[in-house]
């Protein structure tokens, strides 16, 4: 083999090596508790190969859009075509905001729940380094807050700060069904289900004495109604095994994929004796749509902070969800404002509040019933954007317009934003400091005024790779020269390095080493060469 081709072999070889994403693995002997094994078991059992199954099933509905044969509305059923309605319970009928972060931080888990927010998610999912060791520290971050006994310990006032009590209504988001561990079960190295294993710990130490409201999960990731079986079934054995009654377990649903933006009646109808309400996650479904249409030109995105709040394939789908939801007695909550407020900048401070008030008064006006946030300093705008509790009895023209029809999910993004070369710099720069936010062991991370997670990671790398799918059809402008050179894997491979040396000189409050922001460019890189786009 001569010497050149040896090179590049070996070269593909490394690069094919650096993958973003290593399965949660347990260490052994896992700490479990007692009776956990035998508890979880049998439901292993039944629900990781139905998991599996599922998983087949979203790779082919994805290998059929990439071969034209696009997602669409189902047919009739009894879910959309027979009288049925959710029963809202009491103390669920008001979220007009839910703040969210990540499970393992306890001071962060703490001030949300204290904010005053009507609703808080603590995540287990994508705020959250996916390893064992900060899976074991939410969970137990979970059980102490649901139990109103998590604290932390403020430096500045020397003492020990609780959870006030509150009508908030606590959710867990589990990690979503895309996701799988090895172990976890005294079973060695066979691989379990994600879900199953978060929703199982969760609810295994857990009493109806000890909550003050009905034990709650976030779903995230589903990309089809036939899903929602799953988790229905999942909810019920759970309930069973603990004596609860069948329908004890409450949920919410996050609407994340564009498959299931058209199944979203007959989503609610397969879990409609658990779930109260869904969520338009808009940057996963952003990504979401790149990853189904990324063999259509005509989908390459504008620079991701050009894109208009109210872009017609997120408005058109932030008033359906509120048409179907309201029309079946559910909660529509609208999506996260990535622009963060700041302490320390009055400037941006304000910026962040001004496009957070503007951004919930559409998700209002589009007849949702709250809006989720992330910092406990956005809390009394975004409820203040909805001056009712919820407003299921009071339809809005929009959502009117959205049940009177099926609306079209998939209108083409034409003359908005721009596409500029400056504008995938920037996504690079992110996903490099994003990748190396999580190798630190934090899934999300302040950069630049923004809040960023893995929704905003896989955005970037979709909308870097599919930029390079199609160099050859779609202009990227340069700001200095106006014409800019085709986004080849060359000239993307050379920002990376302009972009990691940028970095390097100047980390800001960025935490990490030269290594790990070095290793951070290669795995984003890599990512995106390997095609790594699923939510993981």
Known sequence: MAPEVAEENQSARAQDDLRGFAMNEVPAPPELPEGFVEFYSPLHSRF??????????????L??????????????????????KIDLPDWAKDQR???????????????????GAPGVMLDLEDSMANTWEHLQLGIKNVHAALRGKLTYFDKKKNLEVGIKD??????????????????????????????????????????????????????????SAEEALWWNDLFKRIAQAKKWEP???????????????????EFLYNLRDHIIGLNLGRWDYMASLIHFNFEDPNWVLPDRNTIPHDVKFFQNLRELIPAVCHRRG????????????????????????????KDKKNEANCGMDGAWTGHPDQNTIAVEQFPVPNQLGTPSGASERAEARQPDLRPVPSNIGKRTADGTRAAIRTVIR?????????????????????????IYRLMIAQRIRHSDKVEIKCEQHNKCPKHTPEFISKLFD?????????PGKDAGTPETFTRARHISEAMIRNHEFDPI
């Not at 990439?66 to 049925?84: D, M, V």
């Open 247 to 265: 329908d004890y377990i409450k949920c919410m649903a996050l609407v994340e994929a564009h498959p299931l933006a058209f199944q979203i009646e």
């Open 97 to 115: 905001n839910q703040m969210t972060g990540p499970a393992d931080d306890a001071e962060l888990c703490v001030k949300m729940l204290n904010s």
């Open 434 to 458: 994003y990748r190396n936010g999580v190798l630190n062991g934090k899934g999300a991370s302040l950069l630049d005024g923004y809040m960023e997670d893995l929704a905003t990671d896989r």
């Open 166 to 223: 509150s009508p908030t209504v606590t959710f867990t988001r589990a990690r979503g069904l895309h996701l799988s561990q090895i172990g976890g079960f005294g079973q060695g190295h066979e691989v379990t289900s994600a879900s199953l294993y978060d929703v199982c710990r969760v609810a295994y130490e857990l009493e109806a004495k000890d909550l003050k409201h009905p034990l709650c999960f976030y779903i995230p990731k589903s990309e």
């Open 330 to 357: 559910a909660l529509a909550i609208g999506g996260m404002t990535a622009l963060y407020p700041s302490r320390e900048d009055a400037e941006l401070n304000a910026r962040a509040l001004d496009v957070l008030a």
């Open 48 to 61: 990781t190969p139905w998991q599996q199954e599922l998983i087949e099933k979203r790779k082919q509905v």
């Open 498 to 506: 302009e972009e990691l040396e940028k970095i390097l000189k100047s």
């Open 63 to 84: 290998q059929a859009a990439h071969a034209g044969k696009l997602p669409t509305y189902l047919p009739p059923s009894p879910a959309t075509t027979t009288e049925w």
